[in-house]
C-alpha cells in the first residue's frame, strides 16, 4: 500500500504527514527498533558544545552509546555511529558530556591544548561530588589520571 518506508534491512518506518511532506523519523525510535532494546543514549559530538570549554566545530555525526553492537550503520537517509560503551547515562548530563569530551579529545576536530586549558580553568563551575562521580563511572584511564592530577594540583 505504500505506507511503510524501509530504514535498512528488517527495519521500516510509517512516515506522518506534515504540510510538507512525510516526516522522517526521531533518532531514539530509529535506534530503538534497529538494536531492539531501550538501554541506549544517542547523541552528536556537537552537543560537546554546551559545556563552554571553548569548542565550537559543528558535527555532522549522531553516537550511539549502546552495549550490542558496534561500528556505522546507514539507517534511512542517516548514518549512526555505534559504540560499545560499558556504561553510560540514560540522558545527557553536563559533566558526562565534559568526561566523554575529555575522553574522545583525540577524536575532535578542536585545538587539544586550548580544550585542555579550558577544561581545568572550568572545573570550578562544577559541583566537583558529581563530577568526580561521572569521572569514576565513564572517564577512561587517561581521563581518570588527569581529573586526579587537576584536582590534587
Given at each position: 500500500?505504500?505506507?511503510?518506508?524501509?530504514?535498512?534491512?528488517?527495519?521500516?518506518?510509517?512516515?506522518?504527514?506534515?504540510?510538507?511532506?512525510?516526516?522522517?523519523?526521531?533518532?531514539?525510535?530509529?535506534?530503538?527498533?534497529?538494536?531492539?532494546?531501550?538501554?541506549?543514549?544517542?547523541f552528536s559530538p556537537?552537543?560537546?558544545?554546551?559545556?563552554?570549554?571553548?569548542?565550537?566545530?559543528?558535527?555532522?555525526?549522531?553516537?550511539?552509546?549502546?552495549?550490542?553492537?558496534?561500528?556505522?550503520?546507514?539507517?534511512?537517509?542517516?548514518?549512526?555511529?555505534?559504540?560499545?560503551?560499558?556504561?553510560?547515562?540514560?540522558?545527557?548530563?553536563?559533566?558526562?558530556?565534559?568526561?566523554?569530551?575529555?575522553?574522545?579529545?583525540?577524536?575532535?576536530?578542536?585545538?587539544?591544548?586550548?580544550?585542555?586549558?579550558?577544561?581545568?580553568?572550568?572545573?570550578?563551575?562544577?559541583?566537583?561530588?558529581?563530577?568526580?562521580?561521572?569521572?569514576?563511572?565513564?572517564?577512561?584511564?587517561?581521563?581518570?589520571?588527569?581529573?586526579?592530577?587537576?584536582?590534587?594540583?
Open positions: 500500500m505504500g505506507k511503510l518506508q524501509k530504514l535498512a534491512q528488517g527495519l521500516y518506518h510509517a512516515p506522518k504527514q506534515s504540510n510538507f511532506g512525510p516526516l522522517p523519523p526521531a533518532d531514539d525510535q530509529v535506534v530503538k527498533g534497529f538494536l531492539r532494546d531501550k538501554e541506549f543514549l544517542v556537537s552537543s560537546y558544545n554546551a559545556v563552554g570549554l571553548g569548542t565550537t566545530q559543528l558535527y555532522n555525526q549522531t553516537l550511539v552509546y549502546n552495549h550490542k553492537r558496534h561500528g556505522v550503520f546507514r539507517l534511512g537517509n542517516r548514518q549512526f555511529d555505534f559504540r560499545v560503551k560499558l556504561r553510560f547515562p540514560k540522558k545527557l548530563t553536563r559533566e558526562f558530556l565534559y568526561v566523554d569530551l575529555l575522553n574522545n579529545l583525540e577524536e575532535l576536530a578542536e585545538d587539544r591544548d586550548v580544550v585542555l586549558s579550558q577544561a581545568r580553568s572550568k572545573l570550578p563551575s562544577f559541583d566537583l561530588d558529581r563530577l568526580q562521580e561521572a569521572v569514576e563511572n565513564y572517564g577512561n584511564m587517561s581521563t581518570r589520571k588527569r581529573f586526579r592530577e587537576w584536582i590534587d594540583g
